[in-house]
């Protein structure tokens, strides 16, 4: 076989990849360098690391970057929790019509997100939201809420948004990997006289933690550069309260047209998530997990 | 330097695929003449007047044979990027409809021919209604003797209400700002989701609250003889704080604070707010949600303290500099021009005509467009203006000024800190234009 043949098969990947992928991401780092401003194109001086230095002294950015964490730190811990629970539920009871159920409650998996948003948006509206018109019936409340027009609850308005919606995700996959347990080890367990928490902490979990760890890993990141719901329900807002660091890098760029600023913030939420990768790979020891 | 040059040629080649894609988005084909390049012709006027610019542009083909005219149509909220991305791009229209607040950027960009060669021998050149004109000059699309666009229509701003309310209430139109405010606590009934006013708490509230400081200051300047941003003074804080104390007495809904322009029209036509401030375009949009002579009534807008202040804006025809066939895209632009397309293009859509003879048209006169029409030829009032020449207003309007205003409707700053930040970030980007372009700097038009 020909010592370059391999590598010539290989080429078209290699070049859709580096075409379609390395081409912008490039693209985007040599931005990050130059002072680009859409409405003055023809002036694109470099301008070293001007726009870092800039981000390092910039509110908006750090006030973004605490919002995120919040914002994928609550929604993945709650959309795991309870869509393991989900998962653990439906993989232990059998009953008529499961099936169908499951269709059900996977369905919101299966919504854009946009449609999501607006959903939620209206339920949580501050004059007719069925959420303000159901505390006020129950007596917890004797005055409407503004959900999403207070700086102290907009944002996590969106997070509860997300729960429900990502709830199934992890749902899903997780419910998989239950299933793919061999049931030979449950009943050794049962036989050595394992307790139920035993036996989900020494044969359950380890059996499914390479799931585990991919998919909070995954949801992690995509909902760190998520922006779509919190666009449509909030806007960032009210005074910039639920404001991410994705959607800073969107406002930046579409609305303040400022391509060079907002390239160098792609950046950062790119390192930001390498370095949260690699923490929590190295963290949750994901080489050593079994593989189901 | 080779190597700057190298890379803005390649991205230069990206945004002329992105400039390329955003043409391909939204093509009416106007016609299909295979053997003639196409005139492009770009609008984001809304969807009712790209509708009859679409028309128009069939009827040119048809009218010349062996001319082909393809129509881009952009949604509003993102024109302003995508037609900066394919001027960037080197792909722009032949062909654009501008608001007056975009002229002057893309004039700084070079991106627009001077039409003058064709207009100074044009039989129409004379045909324009005297604030058509005044705006032109206020946007630099008319700058002393050359013309770089002409007027397609006036738009106004006017107030909205709803009839059956004021009926009910035994009220009238305000005429002052007082009155407007007596009449918003009249019309508020928070306990039956009844507000009185559509308050645009987020994108874009500068549009509604800049021409209510300008009553309560007298001045539609920005800036003093020494480029010295004035609007932090206290006759301007008090114009704020007037929009301000709107909302946190209750006066418009506490959801109010997150909604834009789609938010706000909903609030008025859906009945939850009883008064609005809107451009004329927005009269087909109430009657398109089932409003009508009944229950919706537009009046002129109040006044204030020290002036009444006329919110009009132009939307103006230009021709791209880079246009290959500068002949054919005039003449194209020409016919557009004529009284008797702009006359079609004013009647099918209802807007306030550009040309003298258009506003004796009893049609476009009348109803719910008479206010519009008597906004804009008031004489005396103040005419409303932003610095449009500063490249810092989009993200001036869009997020520094959403942000600053949104912490003082949450009350976590006075109208007075808000407009020293606002006043700050502003005479940043006065000093950076003053330091690139000279201390002469465009200002407000003359009093009409």
């Known amino acids: 076989m020909n010592k370059a043949e391999p590598y010539l098969l290989l080429s078209p990947a290699y070049l859709l990849i580096g075409g379609f992928m390395f081409y912008p991401m490039a693209t985007v780092l040599l931005l990050s360098f130059q002072q680009y401003q859409l409405m003055d194109p023809l002036n694109t001086p470099f301008i070293g690391l001007s726009h870092y230095g800039a981000m390092l002294e910039d509110a908006y950015f750090w006030r973004s970057l605490w919002n995120s964490i919040v914002w994928v730190g609550l929604s993945v811990f709650c959309q795991f929790g309870l869509g393991f629970l989900l998962a653990i539920l439906l993989n232990s009871t059998s009953f008529w019509g499961k099936g169908i159920y499951q269709a059900i409650v996977f369905t919101p998996w299966a919504i854009s997100g946009f449609l999501i948003a607006i959903m939620w948006a209206w339920m949580l509206n501050g004059e007719f939201g069925v959420v303000n018109d159901l505390l006020i019936r129950s007596g917890l409340i004797d005055q409407k809420i503004g959900f999403l027009s207070r700086s102290d609850t907009a944002l996590l308005s969106c997070v509860l948004a997300n729960i429900w919606f990502g709830i199934t995700f992890f749902a899903i996959m997780l419910y998989a990997a239950l299933q793919a347990i061999p049931p030979s080890l449950y009943e050794a367990a049962d036989m050595d006289g394992a307790s139920s928490w035993q036996v989900f902490k020494a044969v359950t979990v380890p059996m499914v933690k390479s799931t585990i760890v991919v998919t909070v890993l995954l949801r992690s990141i995509w909902i760190f550069n998520w922006a779509d719901l919190i666009w449509v329900m909030t806007k960032g807002g009210p005074a910039g309260s639920s404001q991410t660091l994705a959607l800073y890098v969107f406002q930046k760029a579409f609305l303040g047209l400022d391509f060079g600023y907002a390239s160098a913030l792609g950046v950062a939420l790119t390192v930001l998530s390498l370095i949260f990768t690699a923490a929590f790979l190295r963290v949750t020891r994901f080489h050593e997990a079994e593989v189901v | 330097m080779s190597s700057f040059g190298d890379t803005a040629m390649s991205r230069r080649h990206m945004l002329k695929v992105a400039g390329g894609s955003v043409l391909g988005a939204s093509l009416f084909g106007c016609s299909s003449t295979r053997d003639v390049k196409p005139l492009t012709i770009v609008s984001a006027m809304g969807d009712v007047k790209d509708r009859s610019i679409a028309r128009l542009c069939e009827q040119y083909v048809e009218a010349n044979p062996g001319t082909a005219v393809e129509f881009v149509q952009l949604p509003w909220d993102q024109a302003h990027a995508k037609i900066l991305t394919m001027i960037a791009g080197g792909t722009p229209p032949d062909l654009l409809y501008l608001t007056g607040q975009w002229v002057s950027e893309l004039r700084a960009m070079n991106a627009l021919e001077d039409l003058t060669r064709w207009h100074k021998d044009w039989e129409h050149k004379d045909i324009f209604t005297p604030i058509a004109i005044q705006r032109c000059e206020s946007s630099a699309a008319i700058d002393g003797e050359s013309v770089f666009g002409l007027p397609q229509e006036v738009t106004a701003k006017a107030m909205f209400y709803h009839k059956q309310r004021l009926e ?136 204030g303290p020290k002036a009444r202040v006329t919110t009009a804006d132009i939307w103006i025809l230009t021709m791209a500099a880079s246009t290959p066939d500068k002949d054919a895209a005039w003449s194209l632009y020409s016919w557009l021009m004529s009284p008797e397309q702009l006359g079609t293009y004013a009647r099918s859509t209802g807007t306030i005509p550009s040309y003298t003879a258009g506003l004796d048209d009893p049609a476009l006169n009348s109803g719910f467009y008479k206010p519009f029409a008597d906004m804009v030829s008031e004489p005396g009032s103040l005419a409303n203006w932003y610095p449009s020449y500063l490249p810092e207003m989009g993200e001036f309007i869009e997020v520094t000024v959403t942000e600053e205003q949104q912490k003082m409707l949450l009350k976590q700053q006075s109208p007075q800190e808000t407009l020293d930040k606002l006043a700050k970030f502003l005479n940043r980007a006065q000093k950076r234009y003053v330091d690139k372009n000279g201390p002469d700097v465009p200002g407000p038009p003359a009093p009409a």
Not at chain 2, 239 to 265: A, F
Request: charged letters at 20%.
């Open chain 2, 168 to 303: 009910e209430l035994g009220m009238e139109p305000a005429s002052t700002r007082e009155e407007w405010r007596a009449l918003l606590e009249a019309m508020t009934d928070a306990s039956r989701d009844r507000f009185g006013y559509a308050l645009r708490g987020a994108r874009g509230g500068l549009w509604s609250w800049w021409p209510i400081v300008e009553e309560f200051s007298g001045t539609n300047h920005w800036f003093d003889g020494d480029n010295q941003c004035i609007i932090n003074g206290p006759d301007h804080v008090a114009g704020l704080s007037y929009w301000n104390d709107l909302y946190q007495d209750g006066l418009s809904p506490p959801d109010s604070i997150n909604w834009g322009y789609t938010e706000l029209v909903q609030g008025f036509w859906s009945g939850l707010c009883g008064s609005m401030e809107q451009d004329n375009e927005v009269v087909a949009t109430c009657l398109e949600h089932g409003m009508d002579e009944t229950t919706l009534l537009t009046a002129p807008m109040p006044s």
